[in-house]
């Protein structure tokens, strides 16, 4: 009996050794943001599809931002948000747009459904501390940042306050991010 008491004990131990933890801790400490170097200069995260959790989706079914808008972010980001009401320092939210295509199937007619046609991607990182107060890609508490497939290691953002934020001055409020795709933020 005290055998198998002591064996769950150190289960119990390596695995709280090795889980992710619950909330995000404050990342100023531990030097450059992830997604990002000392300078701020902003990357898309590699591999976020399989690390990262998918928050929800938007589909726009007309105009250039036409497609499949699926957003990521880390676990703990997502138990950060649902314990507090507000996204971690730290924080990384990866939008991916993708081309859209629509057929009658048994489910109904006209579903649409995403493609394998990347258009780009979205990154904005959460920055409580504005550690990159000279950078035009850093500000209102955000990151910025705009890649396209041909060259997914380039930012084509060169100033977020004209290349980004126009897009998000309706969710101002919600430091803004629209944050109504996204049910799995709700406790």
Same mark, same amino acid.
């Given at each position: 009996?005290?055998?198998?008491?002591?064996?769950?004990?150190?289960?119990?131990?390596?695995?709280?050794?090795?889980?992710?933890?619950?909330?995000?801790?404050?990342?100023?400490?531990?030097? $450059?943001?992830?997604?990002? @170097?000392?300078?701020?200069?902003?990357?898309?995260?590699?591999?976020?599809?399989?690390?990262?959790?998918?928050?929800?989706?938007?589909? #726009?079914?007309?105009?250039?931002?036409?497609?499949?808008? =699926?957003?990521?972010?880390?676990?703990?980001?997502?138990?950060? *948000?649902?314990?507090?009401?507000?996204?971690?320092?730290?924080?990384?939210? #990866?939008?991916?747009?993708?081309?859209?295509?629509?057929? @009658? *199937?048994?489910?109904?007619?006209? #579903?649409?459904?995403?493609? @394998?046609?990347?258009?780009?991607?979205?990154?904005?990182?959460?920055?409580?501390?504005?550690?990159?107060? =000279?950078?035009?890609?850093?500000?209102?508490?955000?990151?910025?940042?705009?890649?396209?497939? @041909?060259?997914?290691?380039?930012?084509?953002?060169?100033?977020?306050?004209?290349?980004?934020?126009?897009?998000?001055?309706?969710?101002?409020?919600?430091?803004?991010?629209?944050?109504?795709?996204? $049910?799995?933020?709700?406790?």
């Amino acid at each position: 009996m005290k055998a198998a008491a002591l064996a769950a004990g150190l289960l119990m131990l390596a695995t709280a050794a090795i889980a992710p933890p619950l909330a995000m801790a404050d990342k100023s400490a531990e030097g $450059p943001d992830p997604g990002a @170097d000392a300078h701020g200069s902003i990357s898309l995260p590699e591999n976020f599809r399989t690390s990262m959790v998918h928050l929800g989706s938007w589909f #726009v079914p007309v105009g250039d931002a036409s497609g499949f808008h =699926d957003v990521y972010t880390e676990p703990e980001t997502v138990a950060f *948000y649902r314990k507090h009401g507000k996204f971690p320092d730290g924080a990384t939210l #990866v939008k991916e747009l993708r081309a859209s295509a629509s057929g @009658d *199937y048994t489910t109904g007619k006209g #579903v649409h459904h995403a493609t @394998d046609t990347l258009k780009q991607w979205f990154v904005m990182i959460k920055d409580t501390e504005g550690r990159h107060p =000279d950078n035009p890609l850093w500000g209102e508490g955000w990151g910025w940042g705009l890649f396209k497939p @041909d060259n997914p290691s380039l930012n084509l953002a060169k100033d977020y306050k004209s290349d980004c934020l126009g897009c998000h001055i309706p969710a101002k409020d919600n430091d803004w991010v629209y944050i109504e795709a996204y $049910p799995i933020l709700t406790p």
